[in-house]
């Protein structure tokens, strides 16, 4: 199964959107996950967690992390243990960590 954790706090409005997007969407829900910024202040991040049978080409994960406003998207394949951020703006949040990701 694939995971993807979008974040809410720059666009919030965008989760039709982004559903419209995805071809193979089996369930999602939104959550919230505490993170730590740059300067120490701990804060909480509405995020969109999707459900999918099998992974987002990038190419297509980049259009839609794009066209909805987002820095980047957290792709999550459970199977393979995989995971990476792909979109416009992923420097910022550096590599992919699976401690701050929501399954």
Do not use: W
Request: glycine share 6%.
């Amino acid at each position: 199964m694939i995971i993807l954790n979008i974040g809410l706090d720059n666009n919030p409005h965008t989760i039709p959107g982004i559903l419209l997007m995805l071809d193979n969407l089996k369930a999602y829900k939104t959550s919230s996950q505490l993170y730590q910024k740059d300067d120490g202040e701990m804060v909480r991040e509405r995020t969109l967690v999707v459900y999918l049978d099998h992974p987002v080409a990038e190419h297509r994960l980049f259009h839609v992390a794009n066209a909805c406003g987002q820095d980047c998207i957290a792709q999550y394949d459970t199977h393979n243990q995989v995971g990476e951020l792909i979109g416009p703006r992923c420097a910022p949040y550096g590599e992919f960590n699976l401690d701050y990701f929501i399954q």
